[in-house]
């Protein structure tokens, strides 16, 4: 999630007390979590190997919002936005990733737990069409998207990390 899925917080406040609580919390750990990475972990940034152009992810997501938001209103492009950008934010992660070769088993843990969190929509969407009638084509289409790129990464995750090796891309 990013921030513009979250600027309704400033005009719908009172609609739901754990709503609003859950979406400050959020702020807040994000923000925490720049602060770290902007201090005390810059030292492990290494801009040799993280080549990756975010521009390209940036781009194409406000290309999708542009094209394809549900009304053409300044939050449902940026709600489409957040959206469009979720599905391809991993990209650089395992960008770096191929570029390495390898990774450390809290980072491997990590990035399991983010695709299993989204790939845990799934459900959530057939059980909403079916017991709501509710279907939220960007979303679904995202996530698909977002799915698929983990693919690859859920497979060796799959048969070297949970067996006790070493995270270790095949040569």
Same mark, same amino acid.
Request: glycine share 4%.
């Given at each position: $999630? ?7 917080? /400033?005009?719908? /406040? #009172?609609?739901? !007390?754990?709503? #609003?609580?859950?979406? +400050?919390?959020? +702020? !807040? %750990? %994000? &923000?925490?979590?720049?602060?770290? $990475?902007?201090? @005390?972990?810059?030292?492990? *940034? ?12 940036? &781009? ?17 492009? %940026?709600? !489409? ?9 991993? +990209? ?10 390898? !990774? ?11 695709? @299993? ?16 009638? *509710?279907?939220? #084509?960007? @979303? ?23 067996? &006790?090796?070493?995270?270790? +891309?095949?040569?």
């Amino acid at each position: $999630m990013n921030i513009f899925r979250i600027l309704d917080l /400033f005009w719908t /406040f #009172t609609d739901s !007390a754990y709503n #609003t609580i859950f979406k +400050l919390l959020f +702020l !807040a %750990s %994000s &923000g925490y979590t720049i602060y770290l $990475m902007t201090t @005390s972990y810059k030292p492990t *940034h290494d801009p040799n190997l993280d080549t990756f152009r975010v521009q390209y992810l940036l &781009g194409g997501s406000l290309f999708m919002a542009i094209i394809f938001p549900y009304f053409y209103t300044p939050w449902e492009m %940026s709600w !489409a936005f957040s959206i469009w950008l979720e599905s391809v934010a991993i +990209l650089p992660q395992l960008f770096l990733l191929q570029r390495t070769g390898e !990774a450390e088993t809290i980072t491997t843990h990590y990035l399991f737990a983010l695709g @299993s969190y989204r790939a845990l929509y799934i459900p959530n969407w057939i059980w909403r069409y079916f017991a709501e009638d *509710h279907w939220d #084509t960007i @979303s679904v289409l995202a996530g698909i998207i977002q799915t698929i790129l983990y693919t690859d990464f859920f497979w060796i995750y799959w048969t070297k990390v949970l067996k &006790g090796k070493k995270f270790a +891309l095949p040569v």
